[in-house]
């Protein structure tokens, strides 16, 4: 695949995504999803749908999951009901908590890739759409939790990726500014919010863009490991 070589201004921190950038979790996604599913009654859904609609954080995935369960019944339109939607929830966040990480794996070369951000001088946030309560005991399960200053999960500011306030209010966090604050991620989620706040953004080949080429979303880089980071930040630190 070319893909093309990021070049990068001078740069005081970055953020980086979590679910697609550093750590395969379809198959936690899988396990909980389709427990939910199970909890109401509902046939289970196959990774293959799960990848194209994760990202905008669990309530929209949940959200998306019945929407979709539903149109294979025949059902145009659907909307989920606040008494469903609750039932739907506290199922999937129930068992989500227990299988937590233990059905997801870590990149080939995101460790090497942080290891290259943060020896290169760089201040490391983590702003993933997935609930905070979810995000901390991943990282910290994966050993990736000691890269980052700072973790914000799609709960910590009042919206989420796409919008740029997570993005703002992160690069504050860090003491930096958006313009010398990398954005590193792997959808048009993350590129959308990056260019609204004004961050360079970095994009990887191997996630979740909604099935849609990653090359088709506007970006400053692309890299097929964060391993490569290395070679592009040599000789920074």
Known sequence: MNLKRPEFPDLDA????????????????????????????????????????????????????????????????????????????????????????????????????LHALQAAGLRLACLTNKPTAFARPLLQSKGLDGFFTAVFGGDAFSRKKPDPLPLIETCMALGSTPGRTLMVGDSINDAAAARAAGCPVLLVSYGYNHGQPIRCVPADGYVDSLAELAAVWRGRS
């Not at 950038?21 to 859904?45: I, K, Q, S, Y």
């Not at 749908?49 to 669990?58: A, D, F, P, R, Y």
């Open 14 to 113: 970055c953020i980086v995504d979590l679910d697609g950038t550093l750590v395969d979790t379809l198959g936690d996604f899988e396990l909980a999803l389709n427990h939910m599913l199970g909890t109401l009654d509902r046939p289970p859904v196959t990774r293959t749908v799960i990848e194209q609609l994760v990202g905008k954080g669990s309530e929209h995935l949940i959200r998306s999951v019945l929407a979709h369960v539903e149109l294979q019944r025949g059902v145009l339109d659907f909307v989920a009901s606040d008494d469903l939607f609750q039932r739907a929830w506290s199922a999937y966040q129930q068992h989500y908590l227990r299988i937590n990480g233990r059905h997801s794996t870590v990149y080939a070369g995101a460790i090497e890739g």
